[in-house]
């Protein structure tokens, strides 16, 4: 029967069936919805996003509030603070608890007493009734004032709660926060106590602001992307990393939100998904986080950096997301916008003080001024014939009508009831100096208050200078600002595979154990394969992939490696001429097929090598024993030809039948060596051309790194390299010829000295130190321009004015070794020596891609016969015109070579 009945009629719908009676059915759809939204309004006003007024959400505002009501200055049992919340907060005993413990390990608003646990290695706060807590100076300072506080009825009525607390301060930015609502979250990062204020002050002062994240964590952030905080923003955090030897690294810290417990296990899960590899990880945190880190033998310490900040909890990403409650909706802000909001706000609870102490202040002054007039003009003797109460104030009011053009406003009966309750004792012992004092030390400060409420951004700004002072010391920023490089997961995965290619069947894989082994490999590679036909793809690694058959090339694909180069001789198909080519495989789209040759049916390479440093090459044709031609084998240079795309067709080599192509010898790298550049910023080599140029790199040279502390080092030039860009003075190609001149202070002597020596020592990834092992000795100074001069300010006597001389530092020493302490600086005292910069800076000459440059045609008498034979790879002498063979006296003919 119900079917029969339109959805509309389900409204008021009602029948009988049988004896029983089935009543007005109610649609729930609207109910559904009508709770819905109740309940989502519900979780983000009162539990999940905090209010822009005081920053904090209602369970940590309750809390703050049950612990003044509880305030004496001691130490209260967490148990009785959850208790006392409990009345105003109806959530139970557990989600306080939990709250309280998160505000007191912000190190803020509450002192803290006992286990509170850790939030670096995740351990959790001992039970609540085993720690105490009580409100910080800070808080009693900023939070709390009940004149300037909006107050409610708690939820069973019994007590008044507040509003939003008075905060006079960016609280919400100091703490940060982080919440989950129904259809929305916030994620709003802490920032530095100190940068905070500073930047209120700046707001105050109409300066521009630009607030970053500071965690308590430590660590380093990348704010490239952080847009202030605004929603679609993102931050990188990472952990600080010490490579301590070639065995070892030291994680010092943890990146925000994650623990050294969760750090550890994701470095574990990482090593036995054979993305690292490590001996074994090690955790010593105690007062700090100390997580060693052991590596095998032969495993690069750089590269594995690179490969926990890829693969590991060592690097975490972050989206802020700056959503708060302005009047009871929410707003996705950004946090500059937060903090000018905040600071408005603090000067408006600043001004509204200022008012009410003024009014405080103007009462007393009228009721010390009245009380004066009362006393020592003896109007309270005129009462003593009184009979009624509406007479004795009567007396008072006609008694004070002479003086009342003296007062600042009306006397009202309430202010005559006070007169009349002053006692005889106090009447008796009246001061009327001492009255005169007090109302002139109150006029004083009413001035004061009227000067500060005229000037209230300057009464403002004195405030935050005040709070800076006051609470500051201990608050620096802990979260190094960085810019890091973007680590490719690829390039710094480890070799767990093993690539294996199956050359006739056409399959490449690190699942064909019984085929051809090819290289070492990861799990996260591409993979080039080029078959006899000119075809080639490039595919993601797999346990087995089919690529064409007749396979003659496979190997790792390295996108965008312009000195990767392959050097190619094939034959095409319809004219059956062969050609040569030499080209680099960039620009790809994986898994599709493309062909290096014409692409006519029945063409094939003849030969083909990969060449990791664009070497070039000489390989001998061999042509076919029946082709006309009569030279039957010639050498072939690859160095002539340019290095050009994938899909050039390349130059002719011969028109006869070729039978086999054997490579005769290596040559040298066309493209030269690497050019290297040094990032500043990120403390990374590049081949990018960002930061400081080094120099063009070959095989065997290095890099010379000279420290603040003293000492130098040579390193390769191996892009994975990591520098401490905050403790390196100088970085470049290393010369073994060049002198370097340093300027340090003898911590034995007590003296400045100048020494000028060379790098003797060849060891690679080594410091060697050459200062002096006494305490106290520093570098002041270093240099390696070939004439350096220094700018030494001394002073002979302390009665005498400090003097400025500039010295020329190569004619100040020779060159002696590395170990010398050098010659003494000055006889006097020595104040600052700064080395004068007279050198520039090397740039980068301009690389071509080929050595070889295609020359004009130029006219050559050559024999009827010179096609062929310069198909055949004949030379010739362009003085004498002559061929080496063969020896008959040929016809001349005009004939341009190129």
Not at 186 to 193: A, E, G, L, R
Not at 280 to 306: F, R, W
Not at 388 to 406: H, M, N, R, S
Request: aromatic content about 8%; hydrophobic content about 35%; charged content about 30%.
């Amino acid at each position: 029967m119900l079917n029969d009945i339109d959805n509309e009629d389900l409204l008021s719908a009602s029948f009988e069936e049988g004896d029983e009676k089935i009543h007005t059915i109610t649609a729930v759809d609207g109910l559904y919805q009508n709770w819905f939204l109740d309940y989502a309004s519900y979780v983000i006003l009162e539990r999940a996003v905090p209010a822009i007024e005081d920053g904090l959400k209602p369970v940590q505002r309750r809390i703050l509030h049950a612990m003044k009501e509880m305030d004496d200055g001691r130490f209260n049992k967490v148990a009785n603070v959850i208790g006392q919340t409990m009345q105003y907060h109806p959530h139970g005993d557990a989600s306080i608890g939990d709250a309280i413990v998160n505000l007191g390990q912000k190190d803020l608003l509450i002192e803290t007493q006992g286990n509170w646990g850790d939030v670096r290695t995740g351990d959790s706060a001992a039970a609540a009734r085993y720690i105490e807590a009580r409100l910080s100076k800070f808080a009693l300072d900023v939070v709390y004032n009940p004149d300037t506080t909006v107050w409610q009825a708690s939820y069973d009525g019994r007590k008044n709660e507040p509003v939003t607390l008075p905060v006079k301060f960016p609280l919400l930015l100091a703490q940060g926060v982080e919440g989950i609502a129904v259809g929305l979250s916030t994620k709003i990062m802490p920032h530095n106590f100190k940068e905070l204020i500073k930047a209120s002050i700046d707001v105050l002062k109409n300066k521009p602001t630009q607030l970053f994240p500071d965690f308590p964590t430590g660590g380093m952030v990348d704010v490239t992307d952080y847009k202030g905080g605004a929603r679609g923003s993102r931050i990188r955090i990472r952990a600080t990393i010490e490579k301590v030897d070639k065995s070892l690294l030291i994680i010092r810290d943890v990146p925000y939100g994650t623990t050294t417990t969760a750090l550890m296990e994701s470095i574990v899960k990482a090593s036995e998904n054979n993305k690292i590899k490590i001996k074994k990880v090690i955790d010593n945190t105690a007062a700090n986080v100390e997580i060693h880190v052991q590596l095998p033998p032969g495993v690069s310490p750089d590269l594995t950096i690179d490969a926990l900040y890829a693969f590991t909890d060592c690097e975490v990403s972050m989206s802020p997301n700056t959503c708060v409650i302005i009047e009871d909706k929410p707003h996705f802000l950004a946090v500059d916008d937060v903090l000018k909001i905040s600071t408005k706000k603090t000067v408006d609870l600043l001004q509204r003080e200022l008012e009410i102490k003024l009014a405080d202040l103007e009462h007393k002054w009228h009721m010390s001024s009245l009380e004066k007039i009362f006393i020592e003009n003896r109007i309270y003797r005129d009462i003593e014939e009184c009979e009624t109460w509406e007479d004795v104030l009567l007396t008072i009011d006609k008694g004070l009508d002479p003086y009342k053009l003296l007062l600042r406003r009306e006397v009202t009966q309430e202010d005559i009831v006070r007169l009349t309750e002053i006692r005889i004792k106090r009447i008796s012992k009246f001061d009327a100096f001492k009255a005169d004092e007090y109302i002139k030390k109150l006029e004083e400060e009413m001035e004061e208050t009227k000067d500060n409420l005229a000037n209230i951004v300057r009464f403002a700004i004195a405030y935050f200078e005040n709070l800076l002072k006051k609470y500051g010391a201990g608050r620096d920023r802990k979260t190094q600002i960085r810019t890091f490089d973007v680590v490719s997961a690829q390039k710094v995965a480890i070799a767990n595979q093993k690539l294996y290619v199956n050359r006739n069947d056409g399959f490449v894989g690190y699942g064909l154990k019984k085929d051809e082994f090819v290289t070492d490999c990861s799990d996260m590679d591409d993979i080039i394969a080029i078959t006899k036909d000119g075809k080639f793809r490039v595919t993601r690694i797999a346990e087995k992939t089919f690529v064409g058959k007749d396979i003659i090339y496979a190997g790792i694909y390295s996108k965008n490696d312009e000195h990767m180069v392959y050097n190619m001789i094939y034959v095409d198909g319809q004219s059956g001429i062969s050609y040569a080519k030499r080209f680099s495989v960039n620009g790809i789209t994986r898994d599709k097929e493309y062909d290096l040759t014409k692409g006519s049916k029945g063409s094939k390479v003849h030969y083909l090598t990969a060449n990791p440093n664009s070497e070039s090459e000489i390989v001998t044709v061999n042509l076919s024993p029946a082709s006309t031609a009569r030279v039957k084998a010639f050498d072939y240079d690859f160095a002539e030809l340019m290095i050009k795309g994938k899909g050039s067709m390349g130059n002719m080599v011969t028109k006869y039948p070729v039978k086999k192509v054997v490579q005769k010898s290596r040559g040298e790298s066309t493209l030269g060596g690497r050019e290297i550049y040094y990032d500043e910023v990120i403390g990374r080599l590049n081949t990018e051309s960002r930061g400081r140029y080094l120099g063009s790199f070959n095989t065997d040279d290095t890099i010379l790194v000279l420290y603040k502390d003293g000492s130098y080092e040579q390193t390769s030039f191996e892009l994975t390299n990591h520098y401490d860009v905050a403790n390196i003075e100088i970085i470049e190609k290393f010369d073994a010829e060049k002198v370097i001149t340093a300027v340090h202070y003898d911590g034995e002597n007590k003296n400045y000295y100048v020494k000028r020596f060379r790098i003797e020592t060849s060891t690679v990834g080594k410091k060697f130190s050459y200062l002096s092992d006494s305490k106290g000795s520093k570098l002041i100074a270093i240099s390696t321009q070939t004439e350096p001069m220094a700018e030494v300010k001394s002073q002979k006597d302390k009665k005498s004015d400090k003097e400025t001389e500039t010295i020329i530092l190569s004619a100040f020493i020779d060159v002696k070794g590395w170990k010398a302490t050098g010659n003494k600086l000055n006889y006097f005292k020595v104040h600052s020596v700064q080395i004068l910069n007279t050198e520039e800076t090397p740039q980068p000459e301009p690389i071509a891609k080929s050595t070889k440059k295609v020359p004009k045609p130029i006219p050559v008498s050559l024999p009827e016969n010179a096609e062929g034979i310069l198909e055949q790879g004949v030379t010739y002498s362009l003085e004498t015109s002559k061929t080496t063979q063969p020896e008959e006296k040929p016809k001349k003919k005009q004939l341009n070579l190129f």
